[in-house]
């Protein structure tokens, strides 16, 4: 993901005009519903996204809650690596689910 920021602060009656060129974003992203076993979604659950190697621990990426409709979302990641999601609610680990982009 490319940090792509702008700022600017015109003065009284001044206008400013610019042009931005920019480059297309070719990062991958994981995003996700979680629900119980009713269907109903499962909010305040700690989603982590750990990237995993073969001989190495898994190393935290990122982490976020799921919001009240139970969704959850990482962005700005890289294709083709070996992503593990661990899911945590009220501290007890919920599910390990191994992902490849």
Do not use: W
């Amino acid at each position: 993901m490319q940090d792509h920021k702008f700022y600017c602060k015109p003065a009284e009656g001044e206008r400013i005009e610019t042009a931005l060129t920019i480059s297309p974003d070719t990062s991958s992203a994981i995003h996700g519903v979680l629900t119980d076993p009713d269907g109903l979604p499962m909010s305040a659950v700690l989603v982590l996204l750990f990237q995993t190697a073969e001989d190495a621990l898994p190393s935290l990426v990122a982490q976020v809650m799921s919001d009240a409709d139970g969704h959850f979302a990482f962005g700005g990641l890289r294709g083709d690596t070996l992503y593990q999601i661990k899911l945590f609610q009220q501290n007890t680990r919920v599910r390990t689910l191994d992902l490849s982009s």
